[in-house]
Nanobody, 116 residues
Framework: QVQLVESGGGLVQPGGSLRLSCAAS????????MGWYRQAPGKQRELVAAITSGGSSNYAGSVKGRFTISRDNAKNTVYLQMNSLRPEDTAVYYCNARYVPGLEYWGQGTQVTVSS
């Protein structure tokens, strides 16, 4: 059974930082591309950051320079370090594991709220 379990969300003030974690089980983690998506109320889910099995990463323009995605294959975990958070970063953040198109899995999501 495949499980992606996110953690690390919460309430943070503007300018603050959070680190999200996604622990995977039931897959050969090292061969999967991993991604973080987010969905704000009334908006479509959007890609925030992704990292390939080889370690190459890409980011949405709105988070480039503020967020960093990384992976630890020994721990079957992908991380999203979020710095300089803004109110517009408020959303539910989802972890995604993709091997090929059509073969992918999602976590249950973790809420990130940026507010003073």
């Amino acid at each position: 059974q495949v499980q992606l379990v996110e953690s690390g969300g919460g309430l943070v003030q503007p300018g603050g930082s959070l680190r999200l974690s996604c622990a995977a089980s039931g897959i050969t983690f090292s061969i999967y591309a991993m991604g973080w998506y987010r969905q704000a109320p009334g908006k479509q889910r959007e890609l925030v950051a992704a990292i390939t099995s080889g370690g190459s990463s890409n980011y949405a323009g709105s988070v480039k320079g503020r967020f960093t995605i990384s992976r630890d294959n020994a721990k079957n975990t992908v991380y999203l370090q979020m710095n300089s958070l803004r109110p517009e970063d408020t959303a539910v953040y989802y972890c995604n594991a993709r091997y090929v198109p059509g073969l992918e899995y999602w976590g249950q999501g973790t809420q990130v709220t940026v507010s003073s």
